[in-house]
């Protein structure tokens, strides 16, 4: 059974750093692409950052661009995102998605991790 | 870059048909795989539809996805709606120019 499970959200003044993590089990993790996606409260989905399988290509969206960075560790069938500078607008419930090799899609999702930007 | 627009909200009653639409702003909604995505109150979202219109495992077949050129959108149509049908739906795409994943607004179906 795939399973993706989130960590590391909490509590960060604007202007501070977390990071969160992303386990996963029951598939080949250094076979698949990966995604951070985030919904704010009461929002839509909003998708965050991209990472192959093998950490190159990645990319951002703008809103992160310059502040967030997504990495993974194959070895402990891991992603991170390091959040840094973060603003009241990042706040949202963080989630982790696996892509299909044949496109886009987000086949598989975690329960999500909560990120609260506030003072 | 485009974007993907959904109506805000639909609603039906029990036993009917329904069609949520995802219209793309620039490009041909063609270029790209479209996918489906349901989330209920206080859940990850699941995939309802991929690539196009290719249903997960397990999801029953009265979810059907399409895509039509001529008003460059896809839809989702479910049929025989229930009350569990009730939720969030996302349409989402790739933006080959950005290299970037692109959602929808959503769309929040009321079955009553």
């Not at chain 1, 839509?44 to 960075?69: C, H, Q």
């Not at chain 2, 989702?76 to 994943?101: F, M, N, V």
Request: hydrophobic share 25%; charged share 15%.
């Amino acid at each position: 059974e795939v399973q993706l499970v989130e960590s590391g959200g909490g509590l960060v003044q604007p202007g501070g750093s977390l990071r969160l993590s992303c386990g996963a089990s029951g598939f080949t993790f250094n076979s698949y692409s990966m995604n951070w996606v985030r919904q704010a409260p009461g929002k839509g989905l909003e998708w965050v950052s991209y990472i192959s399988s093998t950490s190159s290509p990645i990319n951002y969206a703008d809103s992160v661009k310059g502040r967030f960075t997504i990495s993974r560790d194959n070895a402990k069938n891991s992603l991170y995102l390091q959040m840094n500078s973060l603003r009241d607008e990042d706040t949202a419930v963080y989630y982790c998605a696996r892509e299909r090799s044949t496109s886009s899609t987000h086949d598989y999702w975690g329960q999500g991790t909560l990120v609260t930007v506030s003072s | 870059k485009f974007m993907l627009t959904q109506p805000h909200s639909v609603s039906e009653s029990p036993g009917k048909t329904v069609t949520i639409s995802c219209t793309r702003s620039s490009g041909t909604i063609a270029s790209s795989y479209v996918q489906w995505y349901q989330q209920r109150p206080g859940s990850a979202p699941t995939t309802v539809i991929y690539e196009d219109n290719q249903r997960p495992s397990g999801v029953p077949d009265r979810f059907s996805g399409s895509i039509d050129s001529s008003s460059n959108s896809a839809s989702l149509t479910i049929s025989g709606l229930k009350t569990e049908d009730e939720a969030d739906y996302y349409c989402q795409s790739y933006d080959s120019s950005s290299h970037e994943r692109v959602f929808g607004g959503g769309t929040k179906l009321t079955v009553l």
